[in-house]
C-alpha cells in the first residue's frame, strides 16, 4: 500500500522504514529536511511541504501523522482543505481520546476518514515491532490491516501467506472501538506505565541507600536517628540485582530489562539529571478516572512525583520550613 507519514522523529522515521522493508511504499515529509533526506535514502518519496505530500499519494489517500499532540490539530487544519472524500487520516502520536473524537466528526463532514491509533514500541519498534491500538470507523481500518499487520511484530512461525484482520491482539494490534478508542486504550497504557517506572525507580532508590546505616548521621534536634543502623550496613550492587531480577523473578519486565541495561553501563546513570517529564496521558488517564469515579492512587502518586523531579515542590519546601521555623525555631540543616 501507499501512504504518506508526516513526522518523522525517533517514532515516525522508524515506522515508515518498517513498512518500506515490508512492501509499502511511503511518501515523507518533516519540517526538517534533513529528516526527509534520510528516509528518502532508505527509499521513501521525499516530500518539502504537506500539499506536495498529499498531491504525491492518489485518491483514496492515506495519510498517517506522527507529530508531537501540540501540533496535531494544526496539521489536520493544513490537510483538510487537500483531502478529499474517501481520504483516511491515521492520529498515531499521544492525543486525547476526546480530541480523537472531535477530529473524527469534523473531518467526516469531509468525508473523510479519522482513525486515532495508539503506537507504542518507542526505538525498538523498527527491530522488534510497534503494538498498535485502533480506533474509528471499523471497515475502514479493516481496509488498512496490511499496514498494521507490517508495523506489528512478526509471528515466531512468519507471516508469509497469512491474511491480517483487524484484530490480531497475539500479533499485536487490536480494534479497540469507535472513534477515541484507540487512544483511550494507549492514554491507560501510559498511564500504567508511569506507575510501573516509579514502582521500580523507588525500589531501586531503596536499594541504593540500603547502607544509611554506614554513614555518620548528626545528633541533634533536628535529625531523626536510625532506630538501628546495624540493620542499613549494605553495599549493594544495583546493576547486578537488576540483572538477577530478570531471571525468573515475578518482576521481571521489558522495563526491567531496559533498567539493567542502562545500570549496567553506568550504575551512578552519571550522565542524567533525574528531570522527569510527562507529554500529558498520565494527566488525562487521572482525569479521566475522576471522571468514572475509579480510583487510581498508584498513577497519581507516580504522576505527582514526576513533578516533583522538575522541582515543582521546592516552594512548598521552603514553606514547610518556614512553619518549622515560626513554631519551632528549628532551621535548615
Known sequence: MRLGMIGLGRMGAAMAERLMADGHECVAFDRKEASVARLSEHGAVGTTSIDDLVASLTPPRIVWLMVPVAV????????????????????????????????????????????DVGVSGGVWGLEQGYCLMIGGDRSVAARLAPIFASLAPRTAGGDQGHVPSISE????????????????????????????????????????????????????????????????????DVAAIAEVWRHGSVVRSWLLDLTAEALAKDARLSDLRGNVSDSGEGRWTLQTAIDAAVPMPVLSAALFGRFTSRERDDYANRILSAMRRQFGGHEER
Open 169 to 236: 491482539p497475539a500479533r499485536g494490534f487490536l480494534y479497540c472501538g469507535p472513534s477515541g478508542a484507540g487512544h483511550f486504550v494507549k492514554m491507560v497504557h501510559n498511564g500504567i506505565e508511569y506507575g510501573l517506572m516509579a514502582a521500580y525507580a523507588e525500589g531501586f532508590n531503596l536499594l541504593k541507600h540500603a547502607d544509611a546505616g554506614s554513614t555518620e548521621t548528626a545528633k541533634d534536634a533536628e535529625t531523626a536517628p536510625l532506630a538501628d543502623p546495624r540493620m542499613l550496613q549494605y553495599d549493594l
Open 72 to 115: 496535531v490539530g494544526d496539521v489536520i487544519a493544513s490537510l483538510q482543505p487537500l483531502l478529499s472524500a474517501g481520504d483516511i487520516v491515521i492520529d498515531g502520536g499521544n492525543s486525547f481520546y476526546r480530541d480523537a473524537i472531535s477530529r473524527a466528526e469534523t473531518l467526516l463532514e469531509d468525508g473523510v476518514h479519522y482513525l
